[in-house]
């Protein structure tokens, strides 16, 4: 297969502001970027709690957070679908073939990343810092809090690899997203349909597109850790 | 001689039926230096940790100016008034300026207050020089030095300072005693767990001598 040619008609589609292109990039965006923002402060507070307190049926909360970690995207967009479906619990709502759906569904999946890394940024910090933050006169949560910044980089890891494995999923988005053009048709559901349609040039552009996201990312990351010394 | 600070009632520490600690009066006068030796073990740092409100997990009360409290629900009220300095002291990933802010925060104290407690804590540990520089980069006895401004900026009523010298060159141990004799004349309530002679053999300092858990001897 010729790989130049539809490469540089991806490159061409990019530069030319396809609108098609655009939608489905933004949409990708603000659905991640919302999920993240809603599901980030629950998650990391669960993490520390887990990290921290000691109470009955903790060690299987950890499991069973864990075992979330490894659960398939289609199954959790299944299990959304009947919960937002007109005949499930939640179809009142009408919120099944649109953006919110997608978001609730990245929710679910970041949720176990945020928490899974925040319980182990807390789990390694430094015991001396809680201590000293109450030896100094904080109260609990502001000692709780003192822990949590001082493994900032540890908790960002964790809102960049949820953020990336959001914009990045397909399963769930095509289940409760309906992969509907100029409404929830978003990068990766996108690749999807233009690679069984043969329509490469598009594909290798939202590809492109999403490589270059999550580097960017990840190199603000990097830029961040290395301003606040790498631990 | 000055009225008790603090006095222990029954202090009690063990791991199933190993006892670590078990003193069963102890009192700490106001404004008295103490040093507090022993060999390894013989349950310095957690008679500390306890008397910081650490270790909860210990039996017994103890009288603080003259309120009456048990170890296991140690009062907030005390951590404002006792601080504790760990042996390898821990100072906050940010800048010297906040570690030095934060428990003078913690208090409530307004803007312009702490700004001058905080220059005259630099001034005092002598960190002038270093005061845009990341904790992180400090040397072992400037973090040690630092530590103890942290605390003593706070004016506590009691400040424990475990094995201050410890891990410190000849430099850095002489700075830090300059910085004890210091306390030491300023009246300041402290106990220093060591093992340095040259601690112990600071004049003023009174000594309490703990041996498997109990204080084998107490001498001025």
């Known amino acids: 297969m010729d790989l130049l040619e539809p490469t540089r008609q991806a490159f061409a589609l990019l530069l030319s502001g396809d609108p098609r292109l655009l939608q489905a990039i933004w949409l990708s965006l603000w659905v991640s970027v919302g999920a993240i923002a809603l599901v980030a402060a629950p998650s990391v507070a669960l993490g520390f709690l887990l990290a921290k307190k000691q109470f009955p049926g903790q060690r299987a909360a950890v499991v069973l957070v864990q075992a979330l970690l490894s659960f398939p995207t289609v199954v959790i967009g299944l299990v959304i679908y009947l919960l937002l479906s007109r005949r499930g619990p939640l179809g009142s709502l009408d919120l099944l073939f649109t953006p919110w759906a997608i978001m609730i569904g990245y929710m679910v999946i970041a949720f176990p990343i945020l928490v899974v890394f925040t319980l182990s940024a807390v789990q390694g910090a430094d015991p001396r810092v809680y201590e000293t933050a109450r030896s100094l006169g904080a109260g609990r949560s502001r000692a709780s809090l003192t822990t949590l910044w001082e493994v900032r980089f540890g908790i960002l890891a964790a809102v960049v690899n949820g953020f990336g494995r959001a914009v990045s999923e397909v399963g769930c988005a095509i289940m409760v997203g309906g992969n509907i053009e100029g409404l929830t048709r978003n990068i990766p559901t996108a690749i999807a349909l233009e690679t069984t349609k043969g329509e490469f040039s598009q594909g290798i552009a939202l590809g492109f597109v999403l490589m270059v996201v999550a580097l960017g990312v990840n190199i603000l990351l990097a830029l961040l850790q290395g301003r606040g010394g790498l631990r | ?220």
Request: some cysteine; hydrophobic content about 40%.
């Open chain 2, 1 to 220: 001689m000055s009225a008790p600070l603090i006095t222990l009632h029954g202090a009690r520490k063990a791991f199933g039926a190993r006892v670590v600690l078990e003193i069963e009066r102890l009192s700490v006068e106001d404004g008295g230096a103490y040093v507090l030796v022993g060999p390894n073990g013989s349950g310095k740092t957690t008679l500390m940790r306890i008397l910081a409100g650490l270790d909860r997990d210990a039996d017994g009360e103890m009288d603080f100016r003259g309120e009456r409290a048990a170890f296991a629900s140690y009062p907030e009220r005390l951590r404002r008034a006792i601080v504790y300095v760990h042996q390898h002291p821990y100072l906050f990933h940010t800048s010297l300026r906040h570690n030095l802010e934060y428990g003078l925060k913690r208090r409530g104290l307004p803007a312009a207050e702490r700004a001058r407690r905080v220059e005259e804590a630099i001034a005092w540990a002598g960190l002038e020089p270093r005061r845009a520089t990341p904790p992180e980069k400090l040397s072992g006895g400037e973090k040690q030095r630092a530590a103890l401004a942290r605390a003593r900026a706070l004016e506590p009523e009691l400040l424990l300072l475990d094995e201050p010298t410890s891990s410190l060159d000849r430099e850095g141990r002489a700075q830090t005693l300059a910085l004890l004799a210091q306390l030491r004349d300023e009246r300041r309530t402290v106990i220093v767990a060591c093992h340095d002679q040259e601690i112990i053999a600071l004049p003023g300092f009174t000594r309490l001598r703990l041996e498997d858990g109990r204080i084998a001897l107490q001498s001025g």
